[in-house]
């Protein structure tokens, strides 16, 4: 019989029996927000979630996907209409509640893949406060296409100017939303939106990111995008996202092997 790999499809009694493997748990994290006016607004999520739902499906034995968590943190984009944020310690608490739940069904080790900027700090507050409440669990976070080889790749095949390639809405995530589901990207739209001051960086972010700042996102950009989305391709986004895939399939290794240490209080 073959393995069931989405968490919400399984009963109790199949939930039980699974955590007696120690898969790891993959818990994909986005928001809705604008994304200019050719993607839909489930961007984050819906790249997110693809790239886990293909790392698990490569990797059944050792992982369980969860289901995508939609909303994030993003009260800089609420000039579009659409975008859903949903506040810091909001999320903080509900990404915690989550994997508690996890953890009193006797998981044991969880990766939380984020898909939005914005949510990066909170999403690896979350994977730090759960150690730290629990010692015998395993919890990181990650952030795709960010390893050295991925970052890479992004660089051989961009050929949008700074910051099209890594910036939102742009030609990397269009390209890759083109990969995944193109029927529902309108490229008529897809406009380059490079709105800021020539004279200043795209974001303040001072010395190699010594000192950082995030502006009202209706300041930095006319249509909600950032950078050049007619340099997308499919051919590009595949290339990407497989690359995106073999980051999450590692680290789903990386976890599973990882010894869990104890703790040692050396106050005692």
């Given at each position: 019989?073959?393995?069931?790999?989405?968490?919400?499809?399984?009963?109790?009694?199949?939930?039980?029996?699974?955590?007696?493997?120690?898969?790891?748990?993959?818990?994909?994290?986005?928001?809705?927000?604008?994304?200019?006016?050719?993607?839909?607004?489930?961007?984050?999520?819906?790249?997110?979630?693809?790239?886990?739902?293909?790392?698990?499906?490569?990797?059944?034995?050792?992982?369980?996907?969860?289901?995508?968590?939609?909303?994030?943190?993003?009260?800089?984009?609420?000039?579009?209409?659409?975008?859903?944020?949903?506040?810091?310690?909001v999320l903080v608490?509900?990404?915690?509640?989550?994997?508690r739940s996890l953890?009193?069904?006797?998981?044991?080790?969880?990766?939380?893949?984020?898909?939005?900027?914005?949510?990066?700090?909170?999403?690896?507050?979350?994977?730090?406060?759960?150690?730290?409440?629990?010692?015998?669990?395993?919890?990181?976070?990650?952030?795709?296409?960010?390893?050295?080889?991925?970052?890479?790749?992004?660089?051989?095949?961009?050929?949008?100017?700074?910051?099209?390639?890594?910036?939102?809405?742009?030609?990397?995530?269009?390209?890759?939303?083109?990969?995944?589901?193109?029927?529902?990207?309108?490229?008529?739209?897809?406009?380059?939106?490079?709105?800021?001051?020539?004279?200043?960086?795209?974001?303040?972010?001072?010395?190699?990111?010594?000192?950082?700042?995030?502006?009202?996102?209706?300041?930095?950009?006319k249509t909600g995008?950032?950078?050049?989305?007619?340099?997308?391709?499919?051919?590009?986004?595949?290339?990407?996202?497989?690359?995106?895939?073999?980051?999450?399939?590692?680290?789903?290794?990386?976890?599973?092997?990882?010894?869990?240490?104890?703790?040692?209080?050396?106050?005692?």
């Amino acid at each position: 019989m073959s393995i069931k790999y989405c968490y919400w499809e399984m009963s109790w009694p199949e939930i039980k029996e699974r955590v007696k493997d120690e898969p790891v748990c993959i818990i994909p994290v986005g928001v809705l927000e604008d994304h200019g006016p050719h993607l839909p607004l489930d961007t984050d999520v819906l790249i997110v979630n693809e790239i886990c739902k293909q790392a698990v499906e490569n990797n059944i034995a050792d992982s369980i996907l969860l289901p995508p968590v939609v909303h994030g943190y993003s009260p800089h984009h609420m000039d579009f209409p659409g975008t859903i944020s949903i506040r810091w310690n909001v999320l903080v608490e509900y990404l915690l509640d989550i994997n508690r739940s996890l953890i009193k069904h006797g998981f044991k080790r969880i990766l939380l893949v984020n898909g939005h900027g914005s949510n990066s700090s909170l999403v690896n507050m979350v994977s730090r406060l759960t150690i730290v409440e629990h010692p015998e669990v395993l919890c990181a976070d990650f952030f795709y296409l960010t390893t050295p080889e991925s970052l890479k790749l992004i660089e051989e095949l961009r050929e949008s100017d700074y910051p099209g390639g890594i910036a939102h809405a742009c030609e990397l995530e269009t390209s890759l939303y083109l990969a995944i589901k193109p029927e529902l990207v309108d490229m008529s739209r897809a406009v380059k939106d490079i709105s800021y001051p020539e004279s200043q960086n795209f974001f303040f972010d001072w010395v190699d990111g010594s000192a950082r700042m995030m502006e009202w996102w209706s300041t930095l950009s006319k249509t909600g995008i950032m950078g050049d989305p007619t340099k997308a391709t499919v051919e590009k986004g595949k290339r990407w996202l497989k690359a995106a895939v073999g980051e999450i399939s590692s680290l789903i290794k990386e976890l599973k092997s990882r010894e869990i240490r104890k703790r040692v209080d050396h106050h005692l």
